[in-house]
């Protein structure tokens, strides 16, 4: 049987300087000498000259002032005290590879810090999450929702691994990456004059009152896009943060709005909002996108939260 001892990522450190009296390469030596039963076979296993084993098993013992093999001629026999610590030095030494092998394929799905804009951090980034933190490392997310303006500035000062926004965005300092499309909907309570209308005109939007998300958030962006060259005559009542707010000041009459059909979903197929049609030359379609600053290092936890984001239906 071939005795092959990989040589690990720590082979070559003096622990010492860490307040350690071994180093990992002379814990291999004492492996292979415990397999051979003989130091030059043992440090041919190891690709070291017999001088070099010799020397590092030897200090070892002297550094700790014990004996761990029998020496009868050229053969090593592993004595008690050897036979008690080889399991532990087995264990030692196979934690070392799987850290290097964690290292080198940059496989360990660690823990993330996540901004998203409210639309996608109240309504998809959640289930992400979940998804995300019971894989079998069990990292934690810190997930921050704010509006698009926010997540961009954070993503810039690398407090954040990812952003996910719903505004279009250039920026030299960041990459931005397309996720999904979206849609925004215009909307009214059942008990609204325009929910009995088939499609509205750019007359009943210029005439309507608005109940819309504050300036600088990625909806506000996609829903002013949609509605150029009406925008000096909106009549605009409230601007809120939140699109549960928006969505009750809707339902009590207060004026109409437009959210993503993502947060509408339910309300509509329950009827207490109803969706409006707006003219064919008004698109509030758009994009949700990732973000990540260029300079930032794309980990294996970073891959894997754009993947179980893209699965989304």
């Known amino acids: 049987m071939k005795w092959d001892i ?67 001629g050229k053969r090593l026999q592993l004595n008690e005290l050897g036979r008690l610590y080889r399991p532990k030095v087995e264990a030692v030494l196979a934690q070392a590879t799987e850290l290097e ?80 499309g979206d849609q925004l909907v215009v909307f009214c309570s059942p008990t609204h004059p325009l929910a009995k209308k088939e499609t509205l005109t750019d007359e009943d939007l210029r005439g309507a009152t608005w109940i819309m998300r504050e300036q600088g958030s990625g909806t506000r962006q996609s829903f002013e896009r949609g509605m150029h060259g009406l925008l000096p005559d909106m009549n605009v009542l409230l601007e809120l943060e939140h699109t549960e707010a928006i969505k009750r000041a809707v339902e009590a009459d207060l004026g109409i709005g437009c959210l993503s059909e993502v947060v509408l979903e339910d309300a509509i197929r329950r009827g207490s909002l109803v969706a409006l049609k ?36």
Request: charged share 20%.
């Open 6 to 72: 990989p040589i690990t990522l720590f082979g070559f450190i003096d622990l010492e300087r860490f307040g350690m009296k071994y180093s990992f390469r002379q814990l291999e030596v004492f492996l292979a000498a415990a397999h051979f039963q003989n130091i030059t076979r043992a440090a041919e296993s190891l690709a070291m000259s017999q001088s070099a084993a010799s020397s590092a098993l030897k200090e070892l013992e002297n550094q700790f002032d014990i004996q761990l093999f029998d020496r009868v």
């Open 101 to 180: 092998q964690a290292f080198s394929k940059n496989s360990e799905i660690g823990a993330l810090k996540v901004g998203a804009t409210l639309t996608i951090g109240n309504y998809l980034a959640v289930g992400v999450m979940a998804q995300y933190m019971n894989t079998p490392t069990r990292p934690r997310v810190a997930l921050e929702v704010a509006n698009t303006s926010t997540i961009v500035r954070r993503v810039k000062d690398f407090e954040l691994d990812i952003g996910l926004i719903e505004g279009e965005l250039q920026s030299s300092e960041l990459e931005v990456l397309p996720w999904r």
């Open 278 to 313: 707006t003219p064919q030359h008004r698109s509030f379609e758009r994009q949700f996108y990732f973000i990540l600053h260029k300079q930032k290092y794309r980990s294996a936890g970073i891959d894997a939260w754009i993947k179980l984001c893209r699965a989304l239906p």
